[in-house]
């Protein structure tokens, strides 16, 4: 292994934690387990899927008086996106005295471990919760629970180990205040580093002889800068691509560009027509935006995977990968999306429907990247409905998802957008099927209509996920759904 010239620093229950001669790919679990001897933290999956790896990731509170906490699959984040952060482990909950965080305790009261390979990632993942939920309700706790896999007890004791523990809510925070000096010393630059002649210099995290490097700018013109000079760098923003890539494809880019620590993109812009989010706004936090005005896009997300992957996985990441079965693509689409794409100091809008121009091949050009995802707030009469459809209703990969707006205007169906994920290369318009309904009473639109405009949209192609004949089916029938659903309720409240 090349011998690196940059440190990776972060804090570690009171102690700043040095990681030096590390790959730039070297993941935060194989670092605990390896270098540190933290072998609660375990690895299932490897692909962020079973929660035996869950640990919880700090960074300061906007006072800069405490932490703010996030649980992440270890298993799939790179080491070198610590820089500047803190973190704990199952290791972390022991007090000064011995004794176990409420959760644990509880867990051993209540049964809740047999065979305990799972466990510290579920207590993980429970501490988490608590730590800004001491009363939580089933539901949340489940929730919570959704990405940890258990295949001995059942969760029936362990969520009743979580409700005990709820019941000592005075000793649910966890110790972290010698944390936070150290998090203000480690804590990395804002601005960006100069030259004499006044240009960008992008300090890496990690570098090694020949030159590949680790980098973490703090601001969107390092970003633009770093993409200039090396377009083909690998950009990073919560890993659940790159990571299963570093893990399964044994994929070792040369140049990564962590986005994390850019302000500009973690923020969501709002006007009186729409809402511009950064390319680093998590699934969480656009959840949490939508849950109101979009319900239906917010429960597809929620849908989307676990807790800890939908607080580090991005809006723009998802939109950038570009796989053909991607949940978010069909509601941004079906709500008139538009994209921000930046290459150095130029800017353009690119409508997300022409975003895409065939299998994960876009019309990005050359360190050209996101910026920002912008959508449109919800007008006066619009309807927006949206399902996915997959085998397993809680965190699998579609069969597909569809998406819809329109409004009714004289009972007729007008401006409507219709958007798949699953039926072709990319996510898609519809634009066949939207001429079969528009100007349409949603009595009018026959079944057979919808079926031969499917045919002659879409390639018939079986699937690992379904194939072509319930594809078409389900394509068919979440049309009619959606709109006879709106008819209905029109017509109860008349």
Known sequence: MSQVTNTVRFVLDGKIVEAQGVRRTTTVLDYLREQLQRTGTKEGCAEGDCGACVVMVGELNASGQGVNYKAVNSCIQLLPSLDGKSIKTVESLKKADGALHPVQKAMVECHGSQCGFCTPGIVMSLVNLVQVNPNPKRQEVSDALSGNLCRCTGYSPILEAASKACGNKAALKIEDAADVPLLKEILRASTPTLSLEGDIIVQPVVRTRKGNEFVSPATLAEVADYLVKHPTATLLAGSTEVGLQVNKQFSRPDHIVYLGNVAELKQVKETAQAWHIGAVVSLTEVETLVAKVY??????????????????????????????????????????????????????????????????????????????????????????????????????????????TYTLKAGKLSGVKLAYNGLAPSPCRAPKLEAVLEGKAPSEVKASDLDAAIAASFVARDGLRATWAYRSLVARNLVIDFIEEQTQQTTEVA
């Open 295 to 404: 319900p239906d896009f917010a429960e597809v997300l929620r849908r989307f995977g676990s807790p800890p992957i939908r607080s580090t996985a991005t809006l723009a990441g998802n939109i950038a990968n570009g796989s053909p079965i991607g949940d978010s693509m069909p509601c941004l689409m079906a709500l008139g999306s538009t994209l921000t794409l930046r290459r150095g100091d130029t800017t353009r809008t690119v409508s997300l429907d022409k975003f895409y121009t065939g299998q994960k091949q876009t019309v990005l050009q050359a360190g050209e990247f996101i910026e920002a995802v912008v959508l449109p707030k919800p007008q006066s009469g619009q309807v927006f409905r949206a399902h996915k459809v997959s085998k397993r209703f809680e965190q699998d990969i579609s069969a597909t998802c569809a998406a819809i």
